[in-house]
Nanobody
Framework: EVQLVESGGGLVQTGGSLRLSCTAS????????IGWFHQAPGKEREGVAC????????YYSDSAKDRFTISIDNAKRTVWLQMDNLRPEDTGLYYC????????????????WGQGTQVTVSS
């Protein structure tokens, strides 16, 4: 079983940056991907970015492309989401998830979830 813990959320002004971290513990297959999801108030979770633990390939939503960067440490246990040029619509809970995700943006394809970290972007 995989346990995931997120950190790094907070309050930031429009145009600011945050770096979220997701640390995985427990038994995690090499073929599992790690994804980041955003849940705005009153809305469903949406895929933001994903990284393959197998080959490091990355995937981004259209909204995240060119603003966010996902990366992973050498041990493949910690995944970061660098978020730059933040906008008020980026406000919400950010969850990391692990699983054999195909497609990467579908929350249904992930088996383990963290508790979420709050990001608030003020205008």
């Amino acid at each position: 079983e995989v346990q995931l813990v997120e950190s790094g959320g907070g309050l930031v002004q429009t145009g600011g940056s945050l770096r979220l971290s997701c640390t995985a513990s427990g038994s995690i297959p090499d073929y599992y991907d790690i994804g980041w999801f955003h849940q705005a108030p009153g809305k469903e979770r949406e895929g933001v970015a994903c990284i393959s633990r197998y080959n490091g390939e990355t995937y981004y939503s259209d909204s995240a492309k060119d603003r966010f960067t996902i990366s992973i440490d050498n041990a493949k246990r910690t995944v970061w989401l660098q978020m730059d040029n933040l906008r008020p619509e980026d406000t919400g809970l950010y969850y990391c998830a692990a699983g054999p995700a195909t497609p990467w943006y579908s929350a249904l394809e992930y088996e383990s979830w963290g508790q979420g970290t709050q990001v608030t972007v003020s205008s």
